[in-house]
């Protein structure tokens, strides 16, 4: 491969890898809050076990140094679907549209993720595919890892947006120390 076009791809990736609040569909309220990207577990220091139970998480609230790279394991322990979400208010209220309508059409139905489902077209070029690299979405019994990189501040919470959870109290704080 030509070396100049190596460093153009892989600059591209890396800008491509960032999550900003404000970007894509999720950017409802232009916030432009930087809430980290997608880490390497090589990188994590430290292992956060995060259980969901019907509706709060324990933890309630997870401390992290500016930059730190976290490996979560995020354990559904409840009995029924659950996300974890590492997001802003706002685009958690976002995707809470989004859960809204895979609940409408059957995807997540209380205990149970239909995946054949999350394939079928919409109609407008989107599927209803949950494949935010920023959440894990789990039926009861399941977990899954997430290594995320936290930005070195910001308003961040981590949250469930399947409908009524959040409403619930299904959200803590992420605390920079
Ligand atoms: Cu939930």
Known sequence: MNPARFVVAAVALSVSS???????HHGAHGEGVNIGEVGKASDADR???????????E???????????????VENKGSLVHEFNIGTA????AHQEEM????????IDGGTIHHDM??????????????????VLLEPGKSQELVWTF??????????????????????EVVFD
């Open 100 to 107: 809204m309508m895979m609940v409408n059409h059957g995807v």
């Open 47 to 57: 292992t956060i076990t995060v259980q969901m139970h019907d509706n709060y998480y």
């Open 59 to 73: 933890p309630e609230s997870i401390a992290v140094k500016p930059g730190e790279t976290v490996r979560f394991v």
């Open 18 to 24: 960032f999550v900003f609040a404000a970007g894509g």
């Open 151 to 172: 930005a070195e501040s910001g308003t961040i919470e981590f949250a469930c947006n399947v409908p009524g959870h959040y409403q619930a109290g299904m959200y803590g």
């Open 90 to 93: 706002a685009t958690h209220e």
């Open 118 to 135: 999350m394939e079928m077209d919409m109609g407008n070029g989107h599927s209803m595919k949950h494949d935010d690299p920023n959440s």
